[in-house]
Nanobody
Framework: QVHLVESGGGLAQAGGSLRLSCAAS????????MGWYRQASGKEREWVED???????NYAASVKGRFTISRDNATNTVLLQMNSLRPEYTALYYC?????????WGQGTQVTVSS
C-alpha cells in the first residue's frame, strides 16, 4: 500500500520560511517523479514544482527563486524549502508521486502565511 505523508506546514509570517517534508512508502521511490501541488481556499489545485528521478527540477513561475525542492532516495523523502513567503502562498500543500500512468497523493499539509 502506498503512503505519502506530508509534514512541516504551519503558520509563518510574510518573508519567513517553512520546510515541508513528504515521506513515501510502498513505492520504488527512486524511479518516481516527486512533486508538490497546492490548493488555496476556493481555488483549483495548482502545480508548484517537481523533481524527476534523475534529479532535474521544474518550478512554477510564481515560486521560482523562492522555493527549492529536493529528494533523498535513501530515505524516500522529498523536501520543499519555502523562503520569502507571501500571504498568497497560503494553501493546502500536497505531495504527489508520478510514474507512467501511476499517481499517488498525500493528504496535504496546511501552510498559512500572515501579512
Amino acid at each position: 500500500q502506498v503512503h505519502l505523508v506530508e509534514s512541516g506546514g504551519g503558520l509563518a509570517q510574510a518573508g519567513g520560511s517553512l520546510r515541508l517534508s513528504c515521506a513515501a512508502s510502498g513505492i520504488t521511490f527512486s524511479i518516481y517523479t516527486m512533486g508538490w501541488y497546492r490548493q488555496a481556499s476556493g481555488k483549483e489545485r495548482e502545480w508548484v514544482e517537481d523533481v524527476r528521478s534523475g534529479g532535474s527540477t521544474n518550478y512554477a513561475a510564481s515560486v521560482k527563486g523562492r522555493f527549492t525542492i529536493s529528494r533523498d532516495n535513501a530515505t524516500n523523502t522529498v523536501l520543499l524549502q519555502m523562503n520569502s513567503l507571501r500571504p498568497e502562498y497560503t494553501a493546502l500543500y500536497y505531495c504527489i508521486a508520478l510514474f507512467a500512468s501511476l499517481s499517488y497523493w498525500g493528504q496535504g499539509t496546511q501552510v498559512t502565511v500572515s501579512s
